[in-house]
């Protein structure tokens, strides 16, 4: 049965399999997920809207097609290389051909295809009407690279080209900022209009209510460093910035997540090296339903030192908990996303004085710490909701159809 619309990109299938209705082909057991939250959010919300939705994406763990089917969804994945060697050698044919031979024999109504790489190619290449929505800006990643980590550029200038092409042949496009949407224009990565829609986030995300902290305990700042500690995540320029701030006061611990940023890694080394390991603790990575109830129950401010982000969904998250979130004023779409300094502290994460003095401010402050906080939840509230980021698309789907058709 041919179905209405279909997501494509990064997604992990298996908080659906308990509710697939007897039906499920392949070896389900070993999927792997490749993330995609604003896709599993997006699905979730079409699904309860009465979308027949078809998803369409790559899972490492498999060697074959995985298919499941339940109430309102079919989801149809096929094997993702586990070598980026084999992939980019490639540009990652064999992941394509998947998504293109699923989508040929699915063949949905429409297509929404995410990212401007080999979801985004091989849901072009069924020629299908569709969206594609841009997540990253490429030229910024494909320099980093070429500055960092050099034995990696032949993969990213790969990615770089596919993503010229993809963006190139679509015919409609969003972005999830302004930052990603100039990105691509200035580098003429496409021609066609690019209409803005933010990743957006359920109510379950805003359910938490702000209060003051008791003005006696140390203030905790979070720091969500997904990606890494280093390179554009910053992480060594936040533990300089903590050692500004602690020859001000040591009324405050660092609490540092993510990938890299576990105990005994190089970073808590680093923070050892700098003298101010008792004041930072680093978590690592945790489960993302564990990172949350942290945020909404022990966490007083988040500071964010990362020097590029496309949007910065821990940013929002932050926000949706009522805490106020430190960014950098320069740091791609960070200044957007935190209203312009409206629903947060916006610094030069690059200055380790700037950035002490911003975090000293919310230290020593748990009424500043509060009115930062409601702000900021309000904001993303009104504007980062999943319900609000489903109806973009909703108008855009119909906005191609239309243009598709040759209607006005």
């Not at 576990?262 to 923070?271: F, H, Q, V, Y």
Request: contains cysteine; aromatic residues 8%; proline residues 6%.
């Amino acid at each position: 049965m041919s179905r209405s619309l279909a997501l494509v990109g990064p997604f992990d299938a298996r908080p659906f399999l308990a509710r697939a209705q007897g039906c499920i082909r392949g070896d389900a057991g070993s999927l792997q997920g490749l993330g995609g939250s604003p896709i599993s959010l997006l699905a979730e919300t079409f699904i309860r809207r009465g979308r027949d939705l078809l998803i369409v994406s790559l899972d490492p763990g498999i060697k074959d097609e995985v298919c499941i089917d339940g109430r309102g969804f079919r989801i149809c994945i096929g094997p993702y290389r586990s070598s980026s060697r084999a992939r980019w050698m490639d540009a990652f044919a064999g992941e394509r051909a998947w998504v293109r031979r699923i989508l040929e024999r699915e063949r949905p109504d429409f297509v929404h295809a995410h990212w401007l790489y080999e979801f985004a190619l091989g849901a072009l290449d069924t020629g299908l009407s569709h969206l594609v929505t841009a997540h990253d800006a490429p030229w910024t990643i494909l320099g980093l690279q070429i500055r960092q980590h050099p034995r990696g550029i032949p993969y990213r200038a790969v990615r770089t080209a596919m993503a010229y092409l993809a963006g190139r042949r679509s015919r409609g496009m969003t972005a999830v900022s302004p930052y990603v949407a100039t990105h691509l224009r200035r580098y003429s990565f496409t021609s066609a209009p690019i209409e803005i829609i933010p990743n957006g986030f359920p109510s379950s995300c805003f359910e938490s209510s702000p209060s003051p902290r008791r003005s006696h305990e140390k203030t905790t700042f979070v720091s969500i460093l997904n990606g890494g500690f280093y390179g554009l995540k910053n992480g060594p320029g936040l533990l300089k910035a903590l050692v500004r701030l602690a020859k001000k006061t040591e009324r405050f611990r660092l609490v540092v997540f993510g990938d890299g940023c576990g105990p005994g890694s190089e970073a808590e080394r680093l923070a050892r090296t700098l003298g101010i390991a008792h004041l930072v603790e680093f978590r690592g990575h945790v489960p993302h339903a564990q990172l949350l109830a942290f945020l909404s129950t022990e966490a007083d401010a988040v500071v964010h030192p990362s020097l590029e982000e496309s949007f910065g969904n821990t940013l929002v998250e932050g926000m949706a908990c009522g805490l106020p979130v430190i960014g950098g004023k320069a740091s791609g779409a960070v200044p957007w996303t935190l209203g312009g300094g409206e629903a947060g502290i916006l610094s030069d994460v690059e200055d380790a004085g700037e950035l002490s003095l911003a975090m000293l401010e919310l230290a020593l402050s748990p009424e500043l710490r509060w009115a930062i906080g409601s702000r900021a939840k309000e904001y993303a509230r009104e504007h980062y909701h999943i319900e609000r980021t489903a109806d973009g698309f909703e108008a855009s789907y119909a906005r191609a159809r239309s243009c598709a058709l040759g209607q006005p």
